[in-house]
């Protein structure tokens, strides 16, 4: 037992850092919000060519204003928002704030259809993700929403990561060929 003791905290000290270096942060909401939130507002206001993001629900004025404010610099902003929850009437939802900005292109997806026995069936755009010129990721389980970041459980990750951003470049673009313009 000792001697695996031993073992596990040399291999420890031998990845510590690579650890320290990593640009990759995994965050657990709401322990870390202020850090979490921080964050992700510090890696849009590095943003200098393109944001795009695909988020089901967005409410949080904050970062719809960090993103207005990509937008005023020049970066070129894609948000693709989730049909049915754009249209909500339970949030205040960020889709018509943005869509007026220049710079800014708003779109909504439907999720995949099916049809059951009993009804039709509409599946939801549920993603949440945003790649910043082309080498930042962020990706969780929160929404860019309020609760998401004070109330709820919730993961939050952000990593400077090219093959990752380039993945998910590659699927954003699928999905806005399948969106709706906003407006």
Known sequence: MKFQLSILLF??????PILAKSDATLYLLPTEKKEALSTLLHTIDLAHNEIKVSIYSFTNKKIADRLKNAARRGVHVEIIFDESESRSKRGKSMIGYLAKYRHIKVYRL????????KRKYRGIMHIKMAVIDQKWVIFGSANWTYK???KNYETLFIAKDYAMAKKFLRFFEKQ???ATPYR
């Open 110 to 117: 439907q999720g995949l259809g099916s049809r059951t026995q």
């Open 176 to 178: 806005k060929e399948l």
């Open 11 to 16: 291999l420890l000290l031998l990845i510590q």
């Open 148 to 150: 998401a970041f004070s």
